[in-house]
């Protein structure tokens, strides 16, 4: 994982030039955007379903402050606890005394991108507390001492190569490129920690408010372990991810899957609704619920309130070609992809460079075009890219670029000066249709890609030179 101190810039250049990683995301990326593309062929209505997504999530965020008194009620009347964290510290403090308070010595962890975004495993480790990630992928990347790298395949950035040297390193197993047998070794790893835990800590995918409960959707059944075998359970919960209602449940668990990895349904769904009851054999004895804002309200009635909307199923990281090119840590944050370049300077506004994320983008628009619930990702950059011009961040070279580029546009003499000094140059830059480089400071574009000379007369000229 490169460090924040390096500059962006330099992250993406590192990026670039690792060749394991461009293997490891063309090998996922490619596998979830295909399962996605079939998985809604097979709806009859996959955008009607879209749109009810939509409308759902909106209606939620639009009554959010009565939903969340609901839920928490809820759960409260059914002996469960809740903690309004306001800020990551409030809801470090808490997790950490609690564990204090009840002498937990284990926890186990479920995947989680709101515990990563308070950065809760060294709040806890800081505390003298032992962490064990549980998911397949947060288990490679916490052996690895790395960060997640995608919302939905933490690992992603990996080879199965790299894995196999982890597990050769730390678990002492013989080195195979074997995916079942691998995950066989992390399993057997993983057992007894779920068995000798004390609090299991997980994220939340949706609350549902009439319900007072959460719901916790997975593929491993790590989870359900995490949050069914320890005496405490806490779950974390980003104040945004609540529905109504059960009916409104069930249409989101239908776009998440498909839009996550091509399911119809993820494999395990729990819906859990506070401790284990008298005479039931399964279930806690405690069960906290922290409600997390961390810079949530602020987004509410904002410009940015609509990326709010988001259910974490990572298809537009999946179907950007930065991502596909960058990876995850090249972002810097928690989150990556269109919708981490879109969160990452509203929720984590003091990362170096954060400003530039919304750059990382070529707005081409396929990640609006997967997101189940249509989140205009391209506007939401676009409006960042302004602040970020407003608040007199951009590079004196563009700042110039763009004055120049303004006076140009807006002069016709000018106007048509530089389009024949541009054709010049293109002429005698250009071979067979195509500039293979270009000059500085524009010698960065094609390195990647050529650029196609200009044609030898304006659009204007050959107006003029037709017939009356």
Request: aromatic share 4%.
């Amino acid at each position: 994982m490169p460090s924040q101190s390096i500059s962006f810039y330099n992250r993406v250049a590192t990026a670039l030039d690792d060749t394991s990683l461009k293997t490891a995301l063309s090998r996922a990326t490619g596998r979830f955007v295909g399962n996605r593309a079939g998985a809604l062929r097979a709806l009859s209505d996959a955008d009607g379903l879209r749109d009810t997504a939509r409308a759902i999530r909106a209606g939620a965020l639009a009554q959010l402050d009565t939903l969340l008194v609901q839920l928490a009620e809820r759960v409260e009347a059914r002996g469960g606890h809740v903690c309004w964290a306001s800020d990551a510290a409030e809801a470090q403090h808490y997790i950490v005394n609690l564990a204090q308070a009840r002498q937990v010595r284990s926890i186990v962890k479920s995947k989680s991108m709101a515990s990563e975004e308070i950065h809760l495993n060294q709040a806890l480790e800081a505390a003298d507390l032992e962490v064990i990630e549980t998911d397949l992928g947060e288990y490679i990347i916490q052996l690895a001492g790395e960060t997640p790298s995608h919302i939905l395949a933490p690992s992603i950035h990996k080879t199965r190569e790299q894995v196999s040297d982890l597990f050769h390193q730390h678990l002492g197993v013989p080195p195979t490129d074997d995916i079942p047998t691998m995950t066989q070794t992390a399993r057997r790893a993983l057992r007894q920690r779920f068995l000798q835990a004390d609090m299991g800590i997980s994220g939340v995918n949706f609350g549902v408010a009439d319900e007072g409960a959460v719901v916790i959707v997975e593929n491993e059944g790590n989870a359900r372990l995490s949050t069914s075998v320890p005496r405490i359970h806490v779950a974390i919960m980003g104040i945004e991810r609540i529905v109504a209602r059960m009916d409104d449940l069930g249409v989101m668990l239908q776009v998440l899957a498909r839009s996550a990895t091509g399911q119809k349904l993820s494999v395990y769904t729990s819906i859990i609704n506070g401790p284990a009851r008298p005479g039931e054999a399964d279930g806690p004895e405690e069960f906290h619920l922290v409600l997390l804002d961390n810079g949530r309200s602020k987004m509410l009635g904002s410009q940015y309130a609509e990326a709010l909307l988001c259910i974490r199923c990572g298809a537009c990281l999946n179907a950007c070609p930065v991502y596909q090119a960058i990876g995850g840590h090249a972002y810097g944050g928690v989150y990556s992809g269109p919708i981490g370049a879109v969160l990452t300077p509203i929720l984590q506004p003091d990362l170096p460079d954060v400003h530039l994320l919304p750059q990382a983008s070529s707005l081409c628009g396929a990640c609006q075009e997967v997101c189940p619930v249509r989140i205009a990702l391209p506007d939401l950059l676009l409006r960042h890219r302004a602040d970020a011009v407003k608040a007199g961040k951009a590079h004196p070279i563009e700042q110039a670029a763009m004055s120049s580029y303004k006076r140009m546009m807006t002069n016709p003499f000018l106007y048509r000066a530089a389009g024949r000094a541009a054709r010049n140059g293109s002429r005698l830059l250009g071979r067979k249709g195509r500039i293979r480089r270009l000059p500085p400071p524009l010698h960065p574009w094609s390195r990647e890609r050529d650029f196609p000379t200009l044609p030898a007369k304006s659009f204007s000229e050959m107006w003029e030179e037709e017939p009356e």
